[in-house]
């Protein structure tokens, strides 16, 4: 009898267990940006400078040699302009930039073999920084939500009467261009993060799209935390 009663005992006990690790509480939309937000302030944010290397190294190797020397100027141009956009505009947290081709050792962590670029866009070995948390930022195309975030339940009438469902949510197709964020493995995070802010197919000058964008993550940041 003593046996079967701690036998039952044991059965109960990893029922329940088995019950809450099945029915453990999902994480919201709200919940998860609450905490990407306060990563964020307390983290860095990596701001990701595009180079064309593999275009330019192109131009170049088919003899397109004027072509490549404008592409290369016209880059760097332009990543000086954001350069001076986000040392003017941003303070919500620290921000180091980096070239597209360390994108690889940033995504696996190894900061090691990563150089950080100064105001002048020139690499400076002295810029070295304990990085824990960290998030991405660049321009590009905001891409379609492939996610879907647990948003409760919902009735709907079923063969046997009604019955509970699980609701799930996500973005649909966008494709503009904007200043995007992104998660350490260069993944696009989604609302109601404030992740994005549109360039207007670039006719958004980059002062002007960094300091909304500063506005937004402050604004989202006091929302969040009163």
């Known amino acids: 009898m003593r046996t079967v009663i701690i036998f039952i005992s044991i059965l109960m006990a990893y029922s329940g267990v088995s019950q809450n690790l099945t029915s453990g509480k999902r994480i919201t939309p709200k919940e998860r940006s609450i905490k990407q937000i306060n990563d964020l302030k307390t983290g860095v944010l990596l701001i990701r400078l595009k180079t064309k290397s593999t275009t330019i190294t192109a ?10 020397n404008e592409v290369e100027k016209n880059l760097l ?49 002295s810029i070295k920084t304990e990085i824990d948390i960290f998030f991405v930022a660049e321009y590009g195309p905001v891409e379609a939500d492939t996610n879907t975030y647990y948003q409760g339940t919902y009735a709907t009438q079923g063969e046997d009467g009604l ?8 973005s649909g197709s966008l494709g503009f261009e904007a200043l995007i ?19 207007w197919d670039s006719s958004r ?14 604004d ?3 929302s969040v935390t009163r």
Not at 59 to 68: E, F, T
């Open 163 to 170: 019955e509970k469902r699980d609701a799930y949510s996500g």
């Open 59 to 68: 131009l170049r190797d088919h003899g397109h040699l004027d072509k490549a």
């Open 77 to 125: 141009n332009y990543n000086l302009s954001l350069i001076k956009a986000f040392n003017s505009n941003f303070d919500f947290c620290k921000f180091y930039f980096f070239s597209s081709d360390y994108s690889n050792f940033v995504k696996n962590k190894q900061f090691d073999s990563v150089y950080f670029f100064n105001e002048n866009m020139e690499i400076d070995k």
């Open 220 to 222: 989202y940041f006091e």
């Open 181 to 199: 964020i992104k998660n350490d493995q260069f993944c696009q995070l989604s609302q109601p993060f404030p992740y994005y802010v549109r360039t």
């Open 205 to 218: 000058k980059p002062n002007k799209v960094v300091k909304k964008f500063n506005t937004k993550l402050n």
